[in-house]
């Protein structure tokens, strides 16, 4: 079956200017996670979904982060006024609703490159 | 604060030969712990993960870790690596009062032929 999958695969952006990355979760997964992972750095927790509602937002690092998702299933992350520190790969992750420590699955992830 | 710790940045073994990856945690509680692999160009994967019960548990692709509570430790094993084993390597650490895992920093192997 389809797993997740993340767009664009990469994207090159001009300082300050606003960009959106998109995840598409595995089908039936109500658990969704925003990860970033910069250059030689874990994977730094960003916000957490569990259906469209987000309990736990307290990794993203500044206002001009946001993130939604929609109908349960595609989300979307946010970064406005772009910074060349908000380069770094974002990750989006995935699980089955009824296991909170369950296995994540893993999105290939966007290359943010911010110039 | 819960942490993870990998103090191993890069790690270079022969092929054939044994590995071992370090992974501290802090927490008082019971932890729920786990290690992901990922390969190049490819996402994270699920090795193996401990909730309770046995200390030693098995994973994926030959791996197995175990769980010392006296040390805060999980480290991961292979008695043989492959060259296909060269990849990044995350150990995570769970709690039951929360849905988010913390991941360490990662610990680049890589394969000497």
């Known amino acids: 079956g389809a797993g997740v999958s993340q767009s664009p695969s990469n994207k090159v952006t001009e300082k300050g200017k606003d960009v959106e990355l998109r995840c598409d979760p595995i089908s039936g997964h109500t658990a969704l996670y925003w990860y970033r992972q910069s250059l030689g750095q874990g994977l730094e927790f960003l916000i957490y979904?569990?259906?469209?509602?987000?309990?736990?937002k307290s990794g993203l690092p500044s206002d001009r982060f946001s993130a939604e998702r929609t109908g349960g299933s595609v989300s979307t992350l946010t970064i406005q006024r772009t910074q060349q520190e908000d380069s770094a790969v974002y990750l989006c992750a995935s699980r089955f609703g009824r296991e909170p420590l369950g296995e994540q699955y893993f999105g290939p992830g966007t290359r943010l490159t911010v110039t | 604060a819960q942490s993870v710790t990998q103090p191993d940045i890069h790690i270079t073994v022969s092929e054939g030969a044994s590995l071992e990856l370090r992974c501290n945690y802090s927490y008082g509680a019971t932890p729920y712990l786990f290690w992901y692999v990922q390969s190049p160009g490819q996402g994270l994967q699920l090795l193996l993960k401990?909730?309770?019960?046995?200390?030693l548990v098995q994973g994926i692709k030959g791996f197995e870790a175990e769980f010392k509570r006296s040390q805060s430790s999980f480290n991961l094993r292979k008695p043989s690596v492959h060259w296909s084993d060269a990849a990044e390597y995350f150990c995570a650490v769970g709690y039951s009062s929360a849905s988010k895992i913390i991941f360490g920093s990662g610990t680049r192997l890589s394969i000497r032929p």
């Open positions: 401990y909730f309770s019960g046995d200390t």
């Open positions: 979904f569990q259906g469209n509602s987000a309990p736990d």
